[in-house]
């Protein structure tokens, strides 16, 4: 999907199929389990890491505001934005193998998603 560069990431991903799809709660997420290596442990659920910038969701991470936090929040903030770089860093190596999504992406956008994909599919 193609914007204009004044456009906030949160404003652009609200527009996308998947952004209204988990608004309306009909994204068939995966149901909460425990997480590997701790079978018996609480049961957790999947969601999205985001910025500052997002409205806060039910499947969206994002950090506590900077001022007046506890010593449990600062760490949270610090857990949440090294799980932001790792998804990151993941998208730069899977830029970096497929050089096409270094730059705007021009074709319709059911063919972007089939590209998007199978480029990761194959890396």
Known sequence: ???I???SD???FAQTRLGEMLLQ???NLPQHEALPGQ???SPVDYFLVGDDAFPLQNYLMKPYPQRGLSKEERIYN???SRAR???ENAFGILANRFRIFHTAICLKPDHVEALVLSRMCSA
């Open 1 to 3: 999907m193609g914007t």
């Open 5 to 7: 560069g004044s456009e």
């Open 10 to 12: 949160s404003c652009v």
């Open 25 to 27: 709660q009909e994204a």
């Open 39 to 41: 079978p018996n442990g």
């Open 78 to 80: 610090y857990r949440l």
């Open 85 to 87: 770089r790792t998804v």
